[in-house]
């Protein structure tokens, strides 16, 4: 396929381009750069594709991979680095507080509404928040590995129901 083909080949699939980079990018200026610059690519990597492959794919595949270039890009420049000497202020807990009676409220709460559940549910799910993995806890109480994400799933669903007062 000559330069003068592939061009006129993408210039009609910019269309069809649009709304996908528009959806990415959520800004109709933001989607017509990236429209441009997905258009500008394909045609300065024109030898890399393929004749006979799907050409709109192709296509579709250096939009996404140049919008989470340019997202990666925008994320990293915004990220700020502290690189002062004081790092020990930081990591100081001298000036932290706590307030401890809410935490032990909390945690008097969390242990009642685990007491509440059916030893069924309780067992697997105190195993699972303990760090014990599904196919260690379905052996060591001798069920089936569904049945183990199954009970702890509705302990987690009771437990939601019995601390509602602490969602946001």
């Known amino acids: 396929m000559t330069a003068l083909e592939f061009s006129c080949s993408i210039g009609k699939m ?3 381009l649009k709304p996908f980079a528009v959806r990415l990018t959520k800004d109709v200026e ?17 030898e890399k594709f393929a004749e006979g492959t799907n050409l709109k794919a192709w296509l579709f595949t250096i939009m996404k991979n140049t919008f989470i270039t340019n997202y990666q890009r925008i994320v990293k420049r915004n990220t700020f680095i502290d690189n002062t000497n004081n ?8 000036a932290t507080t706590y307030n401890l009676a809410y935490s032990s409220f909390a945690i008097e709460d969390i242990n009642r509404a685990l007491q509440l559940l059916d030893e069924v549910y309780r067992t697997p799910f105190i195993m699972y928040f303990s760090g014990f993995k599904y196919h260690e806890i379905a052996e060591k109480l001798q069920i089936p590995i569904g049945t183990v994400k199954n009970r702890i799933h509705i302990a987690r669903k009771e437990l939601k ?3 509602k007062v602490y969602a946001y």
């Open 14 to 16: 910019a269309k069809s």
């Open 30 to 46: 933001d989607a017509n750069d990236l429209l441009q610059e997905t258009l500008l690519k394909a045609y300065i990597n024109r």
């Open 87 to 94: 790092l020990h202020y930081i990591n100081s807990t001298n």
């Open 161 to 163: 129901d019995h601390l």
